[in-house]
Structure formats: C-alpha cells, structure tokens
C-alpha cells in the first residue's frame, strides 16, 4: 500500500494525457488496453450530448461487465454527467468515468444501482473531483484505495471501487482526525484556564468559525480565492520568515480582523496587510448570524500560538469543502455542511457518553 500511496503522489501532479491516465490504472494494478481503442461514435450519443464529448476511450474491459472509460469533453456540465451511464448500459453493468476538459480538473465518476422495488433500480452518481496541481490528501487517499491486485472478477473490482467512494468512510476519517485536532486544541486551553467548559466551547466556536470560511470561499465571497483560508494563512507565514510578522500574532492581529471586522462591515485596511488583502476584504461579505459576532468567549482573552494554528490548517487543508447541493442520488466525496452536521451528532454523542453535555455547535 505504502507504494501505491508514492505512486499516486508521484504521479497525480503528472497527469497530463490521455496516456497518462492509462499509466495511473495501470499502476493501481489494472489490465488496461490499447490507447487506441477509442471512438464516441460507438455509443449512440443524442444531439447534445455528442456535442459536449469529444472522445471517448476504453482504459479497461472486465469480461465487459466492469468498464473504465475516459471521457474527454468540450464542456463539463452536470447534464452530461447524469446523461452518460445511460448510453453505456447496454455495453457494460457496471461502468466507471474519469471525465476532463483539460487533463487538469478531473471528474472521476461511479455509478451505483438502487434496487427500489422488485425490477425497478435507480442509478446513484458518486463523484470525486480531482485537481491534479492541488490534489487534496483525501482524493489521493481515495484513488490509492481503489487499487487491486491480480483481481480478474468484474463484481470484486466493481465492490472495491464501491467501498472507496464511500461518503461515510470520508465521513469516519474527517471524523477521527476531527476529534484528534479538537481534543489537542482543548487541552492547550485548559492550560490557560481552569473552566472546562470554557476550554471546549472555545475550541468549538474556533474550529467553526475557521471551517464556515472554507464554506464562504468555496462561494468566491473572498477575493474569487477558493482556497482563501489557506492563502490567508500563507501570506502570514511568509512574511514572518522575512521578520514582516511579529511570530505568534495570527490570532491577534490577523485571523481576529477577519472575523471581528472584515465579516461585519467595520475593517479598516492595515498598513502591514499587503493591498490586494485589504482590497478582499474591503468587500468581504456581511455575515450576520451571530457566529463572528464578540462574546463572552472572546473576552476570556485566551492567547493562540501559531503552531496551534498549523495543527489545525494541516488537517483541514487535507480535505476538499464543497457547497454543491446534490440531487437525491448523487453524492460527492468531500466535506458538505451535512457532513459537518453529521459529525457533530457524533461529537455530541460521544461527549454524553464520556459524561460532558454539550451544545452541539452545528453552524451552518
């Protein structure tokens, strides 16, 4: 497994062509074809639809039964994703997409039957969308999980597919590593208080405020930076390395502008903010539900190093946030506010067990 990881992290920020996408089955142990088993014609695609794919190939064929085509569009669009496993139905059961434009956003797409009724079924899409330049930990994660090896049986192939595109799993992972940075983040305020419930419901409303923003920028609120939180942070980090920054001034000076000012109409820009920042968060959007308004919390006065900072923008950095509300059967595989929704039943749970009772902070 630890090879097929270095594979993958090796090889996602490579794939540029169409053989190169061949190469990446190839390595997670699959039998793949000739690249020149190609052909859109073969499909019968409607008017439309034949107007939005550009090519089509054949990266794998299990007894015609389990499928991998790439799929090669003038334009993505979610008509064209729902539309495809439609065409494909009668030359395979169970087929498996990766769709592109320009071999750099890429849709990696699986197809799962619901039985409804005796003969009736219902196709689920289940999406992974992968940057090849900023690959998020996760989708790397997935695709490495998706490998096989000396596996010839179309349903096992398909099964193993199944399992990795698994939202919950997601869900569990996020999750795990969640409670980690959450219970590391609670014991550095402890240190600096005695009130335990002060300490939880500080680390709480931190984590949530810091996740709704990767929620505002995935919007293009800020700036047309989707991954805006990030940038923020680097642009602090880099200049502290050049001695710009005083060290441990993140919370202070930076991450509490932001969410005490620039999320309620009142920044005024700062001399030490270089002015494409100040100009984003001119602009910054009002938010007024009440999470980035001053409370009693914040008057604690409980001080935050950065390295406190880099634990938690290591973890959530892993994971793509996204706000695309889905249809009923389509899913895709990142983190959804149902998803922070999900996790925070399980917080609440697992704190009524330990004992704690706790408000569950759902926020969004």
Do not use: C
């Not at 197809?111 to 969308?129: A, H, M, T």
């Not at 998803?339 to 704690?356: A, F, K, P, T, W």
């Amino acid at each position: 497994m630890a090879e097929v990881k270095q594979f993958i992290e090796e090889h996602i920020p490579k794939m540029d062509s169409p053989e190169k996408v061949y190469h990446l089955f190839e390595g997670l142990g699959y039998k793949i074809l000739d690249p020149s088993f190609k052909g859109k014609r073969a499909f019968g695609l409607r008017e439309k639809d034949n107007e939005a794919v550009k090519e089509i190939y054949t990266i794998a064929n299990y007894q015609k039964r389990f499928q991998i085509f790439l799929v090669e569009l003038n334009q993505i669009s979610s008509s064209i994703i729902k539309n495809l496993p439609l065409y494909f139905e009668r030359e395979t059961q169970y087929p498996f997409f990766v769709l592109t434009q320009d071999y750099r956003q890429y849709i990696f797409v699986l197809v799962e039957k619901i039985r409804e009724d005796v003969g009736v079924w219902r196709r689920k899409i289940i999406k992974l969308s992968l940057d090849r330049e900023n690959a998020y930990y996760t989708d790397k994660w997935i695709l490495s999980e998706i490998a096989v090896k000396d596996e010839e049986d179309p349903i096992g192939i398909y099964n193993t597919l199944r399992r990795s595109f698994s939202v919950e799993k997601v869900t569990n992972k996020f999750f795990e590593e969640y409670i980690s940075v959450f219970n590391e983040v609670k014991r550095y305020f402890l240190k600096q208080t005695k009130d335990q419930k002060a300490a939880h419901d500080f680390t709480q409303q931190l984590l949530n405020r810091i996740m709704f923003i990767y929620f505002v920028a995935k919007k293009r609120w800020l700036g047309n930076d989707l991954n805006f939180m990030n940038t923020f942070w680097q642009i602090y980090t880099e200049g502290k390395k050049k001695g710009n920054y005083p060290p441990d001034t993140f919370y202070r000076d930076w991450l509490s502008v932001l969410f005490f000012e620039a999320f309620n109409n009142r920044f005024a820009p700062r001399k030490y903010f270089p002015d494409e920042l100040n100009k984003i968060l001119m602009l910054a959007p009002y938010l007024n539900g009440g999470l980035f308004t001053p409370n009693r919390l914040d008057k604690i006065g409980f001080s935050i190093e950065d390295s406190i900072f880099e634990k938690i923008f290591d973890f959530l950095n892993r994971y793509n946030f996204t706000i695309r509300e889905e249809l009923p059967l389509e899913e895709e595989v990142a983190v959804d506010p149902e998803m922070i929704g999900r996790v925070y039943e399980s917080l609440v749970n697992l704190s009524e067990q330990e004992g704690e009772r706790y408000a569950p902070g759902i926020f969004y």
